[in-house]
């Protein structure tokens, strides 16, 4: 395979599996493949559509406009003296999402998937300050490890969704560093940044 193909592929990874909906993922799969399907469509929907404004689509539309604003190209929005402004962005994001969910009284497990992701991304500012941390595999990380805590609550084995999400975390980390976007050491620590943080969170809340 030649390399621009392999860089083509390393591209279409990084945009299809975005950090940003890593949440997002998580409540999909809560309501197709646990009990939590049998939750009445209206209920689901609404945590649907609050998690995706609030950790998807704000957060986006906010680095577009900071990116339009500075000028920058997608490129130099990656550098990490840039980042700060975008995770700004996210974290005022999430945090509103949480304190909606909280007036409205959301369930605790919900709210802590939200609250994980949110502690992720100030573990990453904290980083940022001196490093840069894949928040693509912060994002993977947590995947596995919201899988890892649920499996736990809910007494079930997901040895096969496990084996899945690990396959296809080495995929994106291997993009990652094949855009010249990481270090294998930046991967790796994204990664379990996102899976304690999902871990921790997701089985607190629960207790």
Do not use: D
Request: hydrophobic letters at 60%.
């Amino acid at each position: 395979m030649k390399n621009k193909q392999l860089i083509r592929i390393a591209k279409a990874l990084s945009m299809l599996f975005m950090p940003l909906y890593a949440p997002l993922w998580v409540f999909v799969g809560l309501f197709l493949f646990t009990y939590m399907r049998l939750l009445p469509w209206g209920y689901k929907m609404f945590v649907l559509c609050l998690v995706f404004f609030f950790t998807v689509f704000v957060p986006t539309v906010g680095i577009t406009l900071v990116r339009w604003l500075k000028k920058w190209t997608r490129h130099e929005l990656s550098y990490r003296e840039h980042r700060h402004m975008p995770y700004f962005v996210a974290l005022l994001s999430y945090t509103s999402c949480l304190v909606i969910m909280a007036k409205m009284n959301v369930a605790m497990c919900f709210r802590g998937v939200v609250l994980a992701a949110l502690v992720s991304q100030i573990i990453c500012v904290v980083v940022n300050v001196w490093w840069k941390v894949s928040t693509h595999m912060v994002g993977m990380g947590g995947l596995v490890g919201a899988l890892n805590a649920f499996s736990i609550l809910f007494y079930y084995n997901p040895v096969w969704p496990f084996c899945a999400l690990l396959l296809l975390s080495g995929v994106l980390g291997t993009s990652r560093i094949v855009l010249r976007q990481h270090s294998l050491a930046q991967v790796l620590v994204g990664f379990c940044i996102g899976y304690v943080c999902a871990m921790a969170f997701i089985l607190l809340s629960w207790v």
